[in-house]
T-cell receptor, first 116, second 113 residues
Framework: GAVVSQHPSRVICKSGTSVKIECRSL??????MFWYRQFPKQSLMLMAT?????????EQGVEKDKFLINHASLTLSTLTVTSAHPEDSSFYIC????????????FGPGTRLTVL | QKEVEQNSGPLSVPEGAIASLNCTYS??????FFWYRQYSGKSPELIMF????GDKEDGRFTAQLNKASQYVSLLIRDSQPSDSATYLC?????????????FGTGTRLKVLA
């Protein structure tokens, strides 16, 4: 499977600040990456699809001006939570989609965001 | 209406028994089906995927797919306490030229030593 890293693994910030999360594909070039959010005891909710060199595609209900996604290279996508508030506290997980006939995706280790 | 449904559990089985996890989906256009395991506080890890009707075996795991019934299951043989986790079912559908993944809410499995 693909190897994916995320940084930071855990972040605590004050309300109103912005937080950047990095997602790196370590062993192949990923044209497509996904960003998910998971609240406690809930399933993964797709936030957006990140496409290298183009604008991200956001899911309904996800504010694109609040969750800024940049996929500037084939190995790096970033998610910036702008003006974070306590309700943004969640587990943010990225995944990569290697080229495969079956389209299995592989997840990064996740970033736990806590907004005070 | 949820697109992917799973029983939230917990499903408790004794060590060494077979654990059976079930998932139903609503979109007949679903093309591939995935089972992920997620330990508490960790991200999901892929166990296996299946895309054609029938059974697919990988070690202690067997995935079963029935597209007519829109049903996919995961069997875990010789269950171990280390298998205790939440199991997520996911389906892959093609919409507007891009693949989209829909996850179920997961079934929590407890393997009792």
């Amino acid at each position: 499977g693909a190897v994916v890293s995320q940084h930071p693994s855990r972040v605590i910030c004050k309300s109103g600040t912005s937080v950047k999360i990095e997602c790196r594909s370590l062993d192949f070039q990923a044209t497509t990456m996904f960003w998910y959010r998971q609240f406690p005891k809930q399933s993964l909710m797709l936030m957006a699809t990140s496409n290298e060199g183009s604008k991200a595609t956001y899911e309904q209900g996800v504010e694109k001006d609040k969750f800024l996604i940049n996929h500037a290279s084939l190995t790096l996508s970033t998610l910036t939570v702008t003006s974070a508030h306590p309700e943004d506290s969640s587990f943010y997980i990225c995944s990569v989609l290697p080229w495969s006939a079956y389209n299995e995706q592989f997840f990064g280790p996740g970033t736990r965001l806590t907004v005070l | 209406q949820k697109e992917v449904e799973q029983n939230s559990g917990p499903l408790s089985v004794p060590e060494g028994a077979i654990a059976s996890l079930n998932c139903t989906y609503s979109d007949r256009g679903s093309q591939s089906f995935f089972w992920y395991r997620q330990y508490s506080g960790k991200s999901p890890e892929l166990i296996m995927f299946i895309y054609s009707n029938g059974d697919k075996e990988d070690g202690r795991f067997t995935a079963q797919l029935n597209k007519a019934s829109q049903y996919v299951s995961l069997l875990i043989r010789d269950s171990q306490p280390s298998d205790s986790a939440t199991y997520l079912c996911a389906v892959n559908i093609l919409t507007s030229g891009t693949y989209k993944y829909i996850f179920g809410t997961g079934t929590r499995l407890k393997v009792l030593a």
